[in-house]
């Protein structure tokens, strides 16, 4: 990076010095002459990362591997989304009763019920996949 830094602060130098020479009217050509190399510098480093993060996601993938940051369902985060849906429940009950009356109070809990049902069954299925591939925790 330090090499990348010092040609990038010899292009700079010889920009300034060229501006010396030729004078401020062309300011704007010798501006757009520098933030050129600077864009296809940016542009070099950000295709390089790219592509280092693809092949770490390729290399992921091809052993099989879970995703690095894997989803975790357990009873404290079901309980925890049980527990906010709740809290939640009170202004959004309030919402559906002053904009629609009773069909938007049982519209909104029929929303809420569905959710938590979906969240139930997430952790089901995740629950199910944990005992099929067995975890070096189970005796």
């Known amino acids: 990076m330090e090499a990348r830094d010092a040609e990038l602060k010899k292009e700079l130098d010889a920009t300034l010095h060229a501006r010396r020479e030729l004078g401020e009217e062309y300011d704007s050509a010798l ?7 600077v864009e296809q510098r940016l542009d070099g480093t ?16 091809a052993r099989g ?8 369902d357990s ?11 709740l809290i939640l429940a009170v202004p959004l009950s309030a919402i559906g ?13 029929a929303g809420i019920v569905g959710v938590n049902i979906a969240q139930a069954a997430r952790g089901a299925v995740f629950g199910e996949r ?8 189970d005796d």
């Open 31 to 37: 501006v757009d002459s520098f933030l050129g190399k």
């Open 46 to 61: 950000i295709d390089r990362r790219l592509r280092r993060h693809m092949a770490e996601q390729q290399m992921i993938v």
């Open 130 to 137: 944990r005992k099929e591939r067995g975890s070096e925790w």
């Open 75 to 85: 009873w404290g985060d079901r309980f925890g989304f049980g527990v906010i849906s």
């Open 97 to 109: 009763v002053v904009n629609a009356g009773m069909p938007g109070l049982l519209t909104t809990w």
């Open 65 to 72: 591997a879970r995703s690095p940051s894997p989803v975790t």
